[in-house]
C-alpha cells in the first residue's frame, strides 16, 4: 500500500477514536422545519435558514421565471461577460438595503471573505481578529500574507494591546454575530477603537443580516453604526435570505478595489443569474415581513426560558443560534444521536469548529418553527438530559 493510502487511513482512525467524525446526511425535501434526512422525517433544528425563506413560494417562482429568461449557467466570471441585468439589480438593492455607496457580489461568503482581506492588506501590513472568527476569516487573513494577529475573543484590551503592536496598514477582522456561540461582537467599542488607531474594519454579518435590527439591517443596524463606522462589511445569502451567494459592500473606492485586486472576485464563475433575481425576491420579504423576525424573537426566549428551567448550559447569546455547551466531543455527539432517535436534528459541534473542550449542540431557531416544535424539542432535552 502506498504512503498516502496508509497515512488516509491512520488519519481517519485518529479522527474517529477522538469522536470527531464527520458524516453527511442525504436530504431528499426541501429546506424546511420538516425535513427528510436518510429516509426520517425529522423536525429540523439546525439550518441557517432563519426565516424560512429557502423554500418560500415567490422565491422559487423568481428563481424559475429567471431561468426562464437568462438560462442556468451565467457563462464566465463577472468581468468577462457573466455579469447580468439580475446581478447588478440585486447589487444596486443590497447596497441600498445596507445603506451603503455600493455593494458588490461573490460567489460565496468563503470567497467574498479571501478576496476581500487580500485585497485590503498584504505584507508589510497587518490583519488583527477575534480568535472565535469563521474560518474564512482566519483562512482569509493567512493568505494576505499580511502579519496574522489574534485577540481574545471579544476582549477589547487584548485588541487594543495587539493593535498597538500592529506595523503597516491595521485591519481589524470581526464576525457580526458569532456563528457558533451566537453573541454579539461589541462593535460601537471596536468601530471607535479602530477610527482612534487609524485602523480599518471589516464586519461579517453571515447571521445577523436579516435577523437583527428592526428593517433585517443586522448587526450594524442593532448597534446603529454605518459606512462610517464600518467601512468594510461582508453579508452572505444563503443564511437568513435563503438563497445562495455573498457580498461586500461599502465605499465606491472599497468596491472598486475588489473589482480590480479580489482574485476570487476576479477569477470565478459569476453565480447564477436565476439565483440573483431569487434573491431579490427573498430581500423583499426580509424588509416587508418584519413578523418573521419577531417570532424569531419570540421563540428564542421560550427556548432560553426552557432550556434554563431544565438546567442546561446555555451562551449569552440574544440571536436564534443557541448552542448547549457540554464540553466533552463524545457527550455532544451522543446527546445529538439520541434526539435524531426522537426525530429532532440538532448538530453536534465539535473541535476543530470550535475550540478543545467546548463541544457543544448547535440549536437554531427559525420564524417557521411552531412553539409547539420548540416545546417538543425542550421535552425531549429534559428526558435526554442525563446523557449531558
Ligand atoms: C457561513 C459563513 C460564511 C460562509 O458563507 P458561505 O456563503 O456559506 O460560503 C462566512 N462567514 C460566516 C461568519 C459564516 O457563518
Given at each position: 500500500?502506498?504512503t498516502f493510502?496508509t497515512d488516509a487511513?491512520?488519519?481517519l482512525?485518529?479522527?474517529?477514536?477522538q469522536?470527531?467524525?464527520?458524516?453527511?446526511r442525504?436530504?431528499?425535501s426541501p429546506?424546511?422545519?420538516?425535513?427528510?434526512a436518510?429516509?426520517r422525517?425529522l423536525?429540523?433544528f439546525?439550518s441557517n435558514?432563519?426565516?424560512g425563506l429557502a423554500n418560500h413560494?415567490?422565491?422559487i417562482r423568481?428563481f424559475?421565471?429567471a431561468?426562464?429568461?437568462y438560462?442556468?449557467?451565467s457563462?464566465?466570471a463577472?468581468?468577462?461577460?457573466?455579469?447580468?441585468?439580475?446581478?447588478?439589480?440585486l447589487e444596486e438593492?443590497?447596497?441600498?438595503?445596507?445603506?451603503?455607496?455600493?455593494a458588490?457580489?461573490?460567489?460565496?461568503?468563503?470567497?467574498?471573505?479571501?478576496?476581500?482581506?487580500?485585497a485590503?492588506?498584504?505584507s508589510?501590513?497587518?490583519?488583527?481578529?477575534?480568535r472565535?472568527n469563521?474560518?474564512s476569516?482566519?483562512?482569509g487573513?493567512?493568505?494576505?500574507g499580511?502579519?496574522?494577529k489574534?485577540?481574545r475573543h471579544a476582549?477589547l484590551?487584548h485588541?487594543?494591546?495587539?493593535?498597538a503592536?500592529?506595523?503597516g496598514k491595521?485591519l481589524i477582522v470581526?464576525?457580526g454575530?458569532?456563528?457558533?456561540?451566537?453573541?454579539?461582537?461589541?462593535?460601537p467599542a471596536?468601530?471607535?477603537?479602530?477610527?482612534?488607531?487609524d485602523a480599518w474594519l471589516l464586519v461579517?454579518?453571515?447571521?445577523?443580516?436579516?435577523v437583527l435590527g428592526e428593517?433585517?439591517g443586522?448587526v450594524?443596524?442593532?448597534?446603529?453604526?454605518?459606512?462610517?463606522?464600518?467601512?468594510?462589511?461582508?453579508?452572505?445569502l444563503?443564511?437568513?435570505?435563503?438563497?445562495?451567494g455573498?457580498?461586500?459592500?461599502?465605499?465606491?473606492?472599497l468596491?472598486e478595489?475588489?473589482?480590480?485586486?479580489a482574485?476570487?472576485?476576479?477569477?470565478?464563475?459569476?453565480?447564477p443569474p436565476?439565483?440573483?433575481?431569487a434573491t431579490r425576491a427573498s430581500?423583499?420579504?426580509?424588509r416587508?415581513?418584519?413578523?418573521r423576525r419577531?417570532?424569531?424573537?419570540?421563540?428564542t426566549?421560550?427556548?432560553?426560558?426552557g432550556?434554563?428551567q431544565i438546567?442546561?448550559?446555555?451562551?449569552?447569546s440574544?440571536?436564534?443560534?443557541?448552542?448547549?455547551l457540554?464540553?466533552?466531543s463524545r457527550?455532544a455527539?451522543a446527546?445529538s444521536?439520541?434526539?435524531?432517535?426522537?426525530g429532532i436534528l440538532?448538530?453536534?459541534?465539535?473541535?476543530p469548529?470550535v475550540?478543545?473542550?467546548s463541544a457543544?449542540?448547535?440549536?437554531t431557531l427559525?420564524?417557521?418553527?411552531?412553539e409547539?416544535?420548540?416545546?417538543?424539542l425542550?421535552?425531549?432535552?429534559?428526558?435526554?438530559?442525563?446523557?449531558a
Amino acid at each position: 500500500m502506498n504512503t498516502f493510502q496508509t497515512d488516509a487511513e491512520n488519519t481517519l482512525e485518529a479522527v474517529a477514536a477522538q469522536g470527531l467524525y464527520r458524516k453527511r446526511r442525504i436530504i431528499a425535501s426541501p429546506q424546511g422545519v420538516h425535513l427528510t434526512a436518510d429516509g426520517r422525517e425529522l423536525i429540523n433544528f439546525c439550518s441557517n435558514d432563519y426565516l424560512g425563506l429557502a423554500n418560500h413560494p415567490d422565491v422559487i417562482r423568481a428563481f424559475k421565471n429567471a431561468a426562464g429568461q437568462y438560462g442556468v449557467g451565467s457563462g464566465s466570471a463577472h468581468l468577462v461577460c457573466g455579469h447580468s441585468a439580475a446581478h447588478h439589480a440585486l447589487e444596486e438593492e443590497l447596497a441600498e438595503f445596507c445603506g451603503r455607496e455600493r455593494a458588490l457580489l461573490f460567489s460565496t461568503g468563503y470567497m467574498a471573505n479571501l478576496g476581500a482581506i487580500s485585497a485590503l492588506v498584504g505584507s508589510g501590513d497587518t490583519v488583527i481578529e477575534d480568535r472565535l472568527n469563521h474560518a474564512s476569516l482566519i483562512d482569509g487573513g493567512l493568505l494576505s500574507g499580511a502579519r496574522f494577529k489574534r485577540y481574545r475573543h471579544a476582549d477589547l484590551e487584548h485588541l487594543t494591546n495587539t493593535l498597538a503592536e500592529a506595523s503597516g496598514k491595521k485591519l481589524i477582522v470581526t464576525d457580526g454575530v458569532f456563528s457558533m456561540d451566537g453573541d454579539l461582537a461589541p462593535l460601537p467599542a471596536i468601530a471607535r477603537l479602530a477610527q482612534a488607531q487609524d485602523a480599518w474594519l471589516l464586519v461579517d454579518d453571515a447571521h445577523g443580516l436579516g435577523v437583527l435590527g428592526e428593517k433585517g439591517g443586522g448587526v450594524l443596524e442593532h448597534y446603529g453604526l454605518d459606512q462610517g463606522d464600518v467601512p468594510v462589511l461582508v453579508g452572505t445569502l444563503g443564511k437568513a435570505f435563503g438563497t445562495f451567494g455573498a457580498f461586500v459592500a461599502g465605499s465606491d473606492a472599497l468596491i472598486e478595489l475588489m473589482i480590480q485586486k479580489a482574485r476570487t472576485y476576479i477569477y470565478t464563475t459569476a453565480l447564477p443569474p436565476a439565483v440573483a433575481e431569487a434573491t431579490r425576491a427573498s430581500l423583499r420579504i426580509v424588509r416587508a415581513e418584519s413578523w418573521r423576525r419577531d417570532k424569531l424573537k419570540r421563540l428564542t426566549a421560550r427556548f432560553r426560558q426552557g432550556a434554563e428551567q431544565i438546567g442546561l448550559e446555555l451562551m449569552p447569546s440574544p440571536s436564534p443560534i443557541q448552542p448547549i455547551l457540554l464540553g466533552d466531543s463524545r457527550k455532544a455527539s451522543a446527546l445529538s444521536e439520541a434526539l435524531l432517535d426522537a426525530g429532532i436534528l440538532v448538530g453536534a459541534i465539535r473541535p476543530p469548529t470550535v475550540p478543545q473542550g467546548s463541544a457543544r449542540l448547535r440549536v437554531t431557531l427559525s420564524a417557521a418553527h411552531e412553539e409547539a416544535q420548540v416545546d417538543r424539542l425542550l421535552n425531549e432535552l429534559d428526558r435526554l438530559k442525563s446523557l449531558a
